[in-house]
Every structure is written in C-alpha cells, then in structure tokens.
C-alpha cells in the first residue's frame, strides 16, 4: 500500500512540462481546478447573500444591488482562488507559464469569450442595463433576469428566457423601456374610413382613453391625426401608465374599449376597398320561387353596426349649444375637445367631495347637480351650461363642497393645463368666471380662516373680491407655474 502512495505521490508530483526553472505538475492541475471550484461556490453563495440580505436593507434597488454584488462575488473569488493557492504551496509561476503557453495557441479562440467578459464588466459598471430592466431586442421583449460576466439572461413576457452573449448585446440596440422608472408613454394607432369625421374620432378616442383603469392621469391622453391614408384617416392615441413594461396589456383593453365607442359613433375602422357590388333587382322578379329566398339574401345590404349601441351626441355638438362657444369654428371646437373628455354620473352619483384634490374643472352638458355647504342649507344647483370646480383649481386647494348629480348627467372635465388653453383662447368663459365668482362667497366665509392661514387670502378680497379673482387668474397664466 505504500509503494502505491508513494508511486501515485511520484506521478502526481512529475513535471508534466519544464519552463526554465518552473515546471507543471498532475498534483499543481489538480490543486488549481479544486481552488477554482470552492472559490466559484464561494462567489456565488456570497453574490445571493450580499444582494438579498445586505443590499436589499440598504435600500438598493434590484439592478444595482445585482450589478454591485456579481462584480464584488467575482473579485473576492478571484483574491480567494490566489489566496487558497498559496497556502496549499501551489507553485503559481507554474500556472502562469502555462497559461501564457496556451495563450498563445488558443488566443484567437477566447476572442469571443474576452470580448463578452469585457462588455459584461462594462454593462455591470454603466448600468445602462441593469437586472429586472424591462427591454426590447430584435423584435423580443422581456425584463433582465441575469447578467453575468460572459452572458445576458432575458426573461419574455410568455416566461422564455433567451441567452444573449454581453457583446452581442452590448454592440447593438436595445430599447430600454424602464431606463428611470416604470412609467412612460404608450401608443395605440387606429385607422378609420375617410368619411369619418376627425372631431368625433378624436372624442371616441380620448374618452377610450380615460375610461381605461391602467392610464395615469400625471400626462393627459393626447391624439394626433398622422396621415392621410390611401384607405384611411390614420390617428394615434397616446397615453402615460405606471407601468409601461405590462403596455401589452394596457393596449390590448383599449382597443376593446376603442372599437365599442367607434361603434357607438357609427364610425368604421378603415379596410382596403376592392369588392365590387354589382345589384341588379332583374335576378330577384326573374327569379323561382324556390329560388327567390336566396336571392333576396344576396340582395339584402350588409349591416353595419348593431342596433345595442346607440349613438351618443358629440361633446363637440354639446359644447357648441353653450353661449360662449356656440361662435366657435370646427377647429376652434377640435382644440377643445383635446384638452378634456367626457365624464358620465348617474342621479346620486358624487362628482367628488369636500376634500379631494382640486385637480379638474368641470363644465356641465346635459343635466344637473348640486351641493351644499352644510348639511341642513338650502343646495345650490347646477344646470347645464354652468361651470364648477374653478374655486379649488385657481387657489390649489382641496374640494370644499361635494357635488353630486340630481340626475343623469354629462360634464365636460378639463385638466389644469386645459383649464389654462381654455381661458386663454375663449376671453367670454375667462369673464364669465370672473362674474360667477360671486356664488363662492358663502365658500369663503366657511373656509375664511383656513385659507387665510395658507396665505390664500389677503386684504386685497375684502377690498375688492372680483380683483382678487382677476389675479388668481393671471397667476395661472404666469410663466413659472
């Protein structure tokens, strides 16, 4: 048993090569892929350890803490496989010597694998993608799962994962839909016939917009008429979401919602027009009478939508019945309906209450609604072709009443950048305000010392109430808000 050790001592331990005064030995090969594997168990459980239990509390976020921990698991492995060499007496100019002689022979075939590491390093230190990122390439979209030193894991959104080397990656151009965060625009593009009317698409559209549960109110929807089609009047809807990397999702309910309110508007997305209808009534009277019920059915015209929807009145046509735009012009009119949409409140239904956010201005279409200061006063009611919510707008502060419909009823809802193009472009609404302002007085009183408190009421209401009025106005058109 003896001379088996010390025979298989003798043949681990001959130089295998002779480099000058180092040689390469079985036992320094051995020894060096045992070091390599601990130190790569080490890296790895200490890269899970470092980026759950420690940077996670330190409140790094997901693809920093990844990128942090893989390049610290990779040189404390690299010190750690040095470190377990010496002491195990490993002679390291050995390995050295044979790493330079293979270099040589098989430089040209690590070139790959040098040029992933390189651009693996420089995406961990860039951060331009980091872990859980949410991209696009070539046609694939899906979020980050791994990035490591020679390739870049990225999970689909059907759960595939795909492996793209770091320089395959690196050298070409991938779409990052959360570089800074989640939230970002999304579009939808539809194309309607020509004879539909651009005004009423872009209606249908905006109010498809708001009626979607994912869309964030942060930006207003915006649509733009892009082309003149050959077949088609060419729109494209954009809306701003939370999250923009579930955007396959948040198109796919709008396009349900879409095509619902174009059919309400008896409006037809567009199709190429190559069918030819030949109708000749001749065949029909000439016809059998085994005969005559096919016939009549080829003769019968093709529906085009479906009695369940009726067909709502254009917030356009609502608007032009009021007094101050009944003088406005179809463009004129267009530009109104992009800064607002539609908001339909059933009898009893709050518009909002005392205490929200003063975040929109109404004008009442169709209907009526009401409020009070106290529970016990008299309501005060609202009918259409009157305006409210501009009270809490201009001053920036919470809803002081609740409003709530007397009956069905339509307003028109605009946002405060709306709410400044609106006044800006209909001087008869921006006087209108002004004199209605009366109507806010017992508001006031109730809210007297509060407001003063905020410093949004001074002696300049006392003197003068429909002055103060004018200012807060002009405050909105001020440059720096």
């Given at each position: 048993m003896g001379s088996l050790f010390q025979t298989l001592n003798q043949?681990?331990?001959?130089?295998?090569?002779?480099?000058?005064?180092?040689?390469?030995?079985?036992?320094?090969?051995a020894q060096f892929m045992l070091v390599l594997l601990i130190a790569l168990l080490v890296a790895l459980a200490f890269k899970r350890l470092f980026a759950d239990q420690i940077l996670s509390r330190l409140g790094f976020k997901q693809g920093t803490r990844e990128s942090i921990a893989t390049i610290t698991s990779y040189g404390l492995g690299v010190?750690?496989?040095?470190?377990?060499?010496?002491?195990?007496?490993?002679?390291?100019?050995?390995?050295?010597?044979?790493?330079?002689?293979?270099?040589i022979g098989i430089g040209f075939g690590l070139q790959d694998l040098t040029r992933n590491f390189t651009s693996g390093i420089?995406?961990?230190?860039?951060?331009?993608?980091?872990?859980?990122?949410?991209?696009?390439?070539?046609?694939?979209?899906?979020?980050?799962?791994?990035?490591?030193?020679?390739?870049?894991?990225?999970?689909?959104?059907?759960?595939?994962?795909i492996i793209i080397p770091n320089s395959t990656l690196a050298g070409n151009q991938v779409t990052n839909w959360t570089y800074n965060d989640t939230k970002g625009w999304v579009s939808v593009i539809v194309s309607v016939a020509h004879e539909s009317d651009p005004v009423v698409v872009i209606e249908a559209l905006l109010d498809s917009a708001y009626l979607e549960e994912t869309v964030s109110y942060e930006y207003p929807?915006?649509?733009?008429?892009?082309?003149?089609?050959q077949?088609?009047?060419?729109?494209?809807?954009?809306?701003?979401?939370?999250?923009?990397?579930?955007?396959h999702k948040t198109e796919s309910s709008l396009r349900f919602i879409i095509d619902q309110n174009l059919r309400q508007h008896r409006i037809r997305l567009a199709s190429p027009r190559?069918?030819?209808?030949?109708?000749?009534?001749?065949?029909?009277?000439?016809s059998s009478v085994d005969d005559y019920g096919d016939y009549a059915y080829v003769q019968q015209a093709v529906p085009t939508f479906s009695d369940t929807y009726p067909k709502p009145v254009a917030v356009r046509d609502l608007l032009r019945q009021l007094p101050y735009f009944a003088e406005c012009n179809t463009l004129e009119l267009r530009k109104l309906v992009e800064i607002g949409y539609r908001r339909r409140l059933e009898m009893g239904e709050v518009l909002y209450k005392a205490g929200d956010p003063g975040d929109a201005f109404y004008i009442i279409l169709l209907g009526a609604v009401k409020y009070s200061l106290n529970?016990?006063?008299?309501?005060?009611?609202?009918?259409?072709?009157?305006?409210?919510?501009?009270?809490?707008?201009?001053?920036?502060?919470?809803?002081?009443?609740?409003?709530t419909a007397l009956e069905d009823t339509t307003v028109?809802?605009?946002?405060?950048?709306?709410?400044?193009?609106?006044?800006?472009?209909?001087?008869?609404l921006y006087d209108m305000i002004v004199q209605e302002m009366g109507r806010h007085e017992a508001e006031l009183v109730q809210q007297n010392r509060r407001l003063r408190e905020l410093g949004l009421i001074t002696q300049d209401y006392d003197k003068n109430p429909v002055a103060w009025v004018q200012k807060q106005l002009e405050k909105l058109f001020s440059p720096h808000t």
């Open positions: 043949v681990l331990n001959a130089p295998i090569l002779n480099f000058g005064s180092a040689s390469l030995t079985l036992s320094a090969i010190m750690l496989g040095l470190l377990l060499l010496q002491m195990l007496g490993v002679n390291l100019a050995s390995i050295a010597v044979l790493a330079g002689s293979l270099g420089a995406m961990l230190v860039e951060q331009k993608l980091k872990v859980g990122d949410f991209v696009e390439w070539e046609g694939q979209a899906g979020y980050i799962a791994e990035i490591s030193l020679r390739s870049t894991v990225i999970r689909t959104i059907t759960q595939r994962h929807p915006e649509v733009y008429l892009t082309n003149f089609g077949n088609s009047l060419d729109f494209i809807l954009w809306i701003w979401v939370d999250r923009v990397d579930l955007k190559y069918d030819l209808w030949h109708r000749n009534p001749n065949i029909v009277l000439q529970g016990n006063d008299q309501p005060t009611i609202m009918r259409a072709g009157q305006f409210i919510g501009e009270f809490s707008l201009m001053l920036g502060i919470p809803r002081t009443v609740t409003v028109f809802a605009i946002s405060p950048d709306g709410f400044k193009k609106i006044l800006q472009s209909q001087p008869r």
